[in-house]
């Protein structure tokens, strides 16, 4: 079966790649993920650049939940987003969720086999309505 | 393609580039008040790579050209800035057409302002680039399209971003306390309204 991929972007490589053990440890390798952070410098901060590439490296016919921290990590993704082929760009969302909840709940749900929406959505309750 | 308008798409990158490199310090210090710090550098770096580029990018038709300019700064900016002007000048390019007359470019402009947005999903006095985009915009759509009139509203534009109360971007996390200070990309888009009026002079 194909499960949703998972995508971190945090600002930060060390939180981006922190959350990511936390949702191995929950779902192994169930789940295809992947994780940046840092801009194109290697500062903190976001890069469009390793958001594509970590969407590729995630990427699941069933489609790639990202999960994102502050501000520009959102904006980063969602430009990320424009740019991938047509045909992908339905298949990719941003979650509403705090980072590490958001992306180890994701996941969880993506590994009981759920479509990208209902993973999204789960992902979502847990902010603030 | 003209030589001319080669030489004006270069000069209009140097200029560009020249005032965010020399404000650079200033432009971090805006943001060091209320926002991650990173504004000046960053917008440094974009544009470093954009002039790197300038060779390959100036012969190119105006639309590729500012396709390409937006596309460079998405990808080495970082930040919310890297997306925001990268889509400004993205979308500038989807809308010109190759021989642009000076409608075309204010209506390009608008349509950039949307785009821009649409992206950071604010609005005008959320104390972001839009507060010194939108009103400089709304000038040149009334039909003022004096050069001078265009930068001073520019610089009055960014300056009244000071008393304007974060609603968008890391700053807004601030609340009040971003109470005071000038917006950085507010400050980095006058800056750089300000050196393309510079250029345009020239050839007007």
Redesign the interface.
Known sequence: MNRVGIVIVS?SPKVAEGAADMVRQMVGNEVPLAWCGG???G???????LILAAVEAAWSDAGVAILVD???AE??S??AIE?LPAERQGKVVVCNAPIVEGAVIAATEASGGSALDIVRRTAEELSPQ | MTEQGVALRKALVAATAKTILEHAEELTALDQAIGDGDHGINMKRGFEAVVADLDALAPKPWPDFLKGVGMTLVMKVGGASGPLFGTFFMTLGKELPIGPTADDVIRALRAAIVAVQARGKAEPGHKTLLDVLVPVVEQLEAGNRNLDGMVQKAHEASEATKPLKAIRGRASFLGDRSIGHMDPGARSSALMIAAVADVLKEVA
């Open positions: 600002h801009d194109p410098a500062n903190l901060g976001t890069s469009v650049e502050l501000g520009g904006t980063n969602e430009m740019m």
